[in-house]
C-alpha cells in the first residue's frame, strides 16, 4: 500500500505560481509511476502531468505545457507540481497518484493509477 498526501494548494491571482507536492508513505516510492489530475466543478477528472519512477520521463497535458513542471525526489517520497503562470481556467482540484511499474514511462489514463491522494484545492483568481 502507498498513502499519498497533497500539499500546496491556495489562492493566487492569474499570472502567479504555485508548487504543489506529493508526500508517499508506505512502500518503497521509487518503483511508482507519479500522475497529477485536476477536476473542476462540473467537469472530468482530467490528466495534467506524470513522471516515470526514475523521474526521466515526462509527460504533459497540451493545457498546462511550458506552464507546469512535474518532478520527484525519490529520497524525499515527494513527487512536486510547479504551476507557473497559471490562469483561470486552472482552478479544480489536483490530486497525486500512483502506480507501480517496472518499466520506465508514465501514464495519462487515471484508471492505470491504483493510489489517490485525497485532494488539494487550487483556486486562481481572474
Known amino acids: 500500500q502507498v498513502q499519498l498526501v497533497e500539499s500546496g494548494g491556495g489562492l493566487v491571482q492569474a499570472g502567479g505560481s504555485l508548487r504543489l507536492s506529493c508526500a508517499a508513505s508506505?512502500?518503497?516510492?521509487?518503483?511508482?509511476?507519479v500522475g497529477w489530475f485536476r477536476q473542476a466543478p462540473e467537469k472530468e477528472r482530467e490528466f495534467v502531468a506524470a513522471v516515470s519512477w526514475s523521474g526521466g520521463n515526462l509527460y504533459y497535458a497540451d493545457s498546462v505545457k511550458g506552464r507546469f513542471t512535474i518532478s520527484r525526489a525519490n529520497a524525499k517520497n515527494t513527487v512536486y507540481l510547479q504551476m507557473d503562470s497559471l490562469k483561470s481556467e486552472d482552478t479544480a482540484v489536483y490530486y497525486c497518484?500512483?502506480?507501480?511499474?517496472?518499466?520506465?514511462?508514465?501514464?495519462?489514463?487515471?484508471?492505470?493509477?491504483?493510489?489517490w491522494g485525497q485532494g488539494t484545492q487550487v483556486t486562481v483568481s481572474s
Open positions: 497518484a500512483a502506480y507501480y511499474t517496472t518499466g520506465g514511462g508514465g501514464s495519462s489514463r487515471y484508471d492505470e493509477y491504483d493510489y
Open positions: 508506505g512502500r518503497t516510492f521509487n518503483r511508482y509511476a
